[in-house]
Structure formats: structure tokens, C-alpha cells
């Protein structure tokens, strides 16, 4: 059986930040310093093995320790022992319930 969902995120590997990521935290004008600040307690609210790749799943992990809360999608590849952030956002409200760990 899964874990539950939200739960703690657990960084198990080297982060890696996407060149798309790192743009749309300068967009938001958040420091990749606050970034790390803010991922450190944050949580996954979706998770998804990735189909045809052994070790590896897809996460959306909520950060709510910076100015707004942010979104990340991040990839998990345990056979590379890497966490790839692909892309980090702002959730928008009329789409995501009030706490943004669920979809409307």
C-alpha cells in the first residue's frame, strides 16, 4: 500500500534544478537561497510511478515556507540517485482548494 497522501518530502538524492525551473524562480523573484529554504519542509500531494522506468516516479511537492506557495513537479529517479525539479510555479487558487493540496 502507498504511503498517504500529503506526506513529508524526503530529498533521498542530489537535487537538480531544470533550466525551466531556475527561470520561473527568477520570474517569481525567488532566490535560489529561499528556494532551498522553502523545499525543506515541504510535501508531496501527488505521487505516480513513471510507467517503463524502473526506480522512478513523478512527485508534486507543495512549499509553503517562502512569501507564496509554490508548486514543484519534481522526478525521482532512484537509479540515478538524482531528484530533478522540472518546473516549480505558483498554484492558482480558482483551480486548487484553499490549502493547494488538492484539486478542484
Avoid at 40 to 55: D, F, N, R, Y
Wanted: aromatic share 6%; with cysteine.
Amino acid at each position: 500500500m502507498a504511503d498517504p497522501l500529503p506526506r513529508p518530502k524526503v530529498w533521498r538524492h542530489r537535487k537538480l534544478i531544470s533550466e525551466h525551473a531556475f527561470d520561473k524562480l527568477r520570474l517569481l523573484d525567488c532566490t535560489l537561497a529561499e528556494f532551498e529554504t522553502a523545499i525543506e519542509s515541504a510535501e508531496i500531494i501527488e505521487a505516480v510511478e513513471l510507467p517503463g522506468a524502473s526506480g522512478a516516479a513523478k512527485e508534486l511537492v507543495l512549499a509553503i515556507e517562502w512569501t507564496r506557495p509554490l508548486h514543484l513537479v519534481v522526478v525521482v529517479d532512484d537509479d540515478r540517485a538524482e531528484e530533478r525539479i522540472v518546473t516549480v510555479y505558483e498554484p492558482d487558487p480558482q483551480r486548487w482548494s484553499g490549502d493547494y493540496r488538492r484539486r478542484r
